[in-house]
């Protein structure tokens, strides 16, 4: 079983920046491919983005690509996600999402992770 833990979420203006970060229980995440995804109030759960151990398979849904970025810090065992450029559109709760490296590096949807973190809200005012 694999603990997810989510921070950085909070309220911004728009046009302005957030930073979320999400940490696994895991010692050591080499085996995971890692994810965000967000859900506003009525809708689906949609993709943000993903990426493996390595950053060298990354992928990022269409509404944010071009303004989101996710990295992760394998020393610090850490997945961040750079969200600049926010519009009232990207406010939702943010999901951190994981599961274990199987031969493909592309998932984006979500029934396809099996661990999840808590959560944390992201808002953005006009």
């Known amino acids: 079983q694999v603990h997810l833990v989510e921070s950085g979420g909070g309220l911004v203006q728009s046009g302005g920046s957030l930073r979320l970060s999400c940490a696994p229980s895991?010692?050591?995440?080499?085996?995971?491919?890692m994810g965000w995804f967000r859900q506003a109030p009525g809708k689906d759960r949609e993709f943000v983005a993903s990426t493996s151990w390595s950053q060298i398979h990354t992928y990022y849904g269409d509404s944010v690509r071009g303004r989101f970025t996710v990295t992760r810090d394998n020393a610090e065992n850490t997945m961040n996600l750079q969200m600049n450029d926010l519009e009232p559109e990207d406010t939702a709760t943010y999901y951190c999402?994981?599961?274990?490296?199987?031969?493909?590096?592309?998932?984006?949807?979500?029934?396809?992770?099996?661990?999840w973190g808590q959560g944390t809200q992201v808002t953005v005012s006009t």
């Open positions: 895991e010692h050591t995440a080499s085996h995971l491919i």
């Open positions: 999402a994981a599961r274990v490296y199987t031969g493909s590096h592309y998932y984006i949807d979500p029934g396809f992770y099996s661990y």
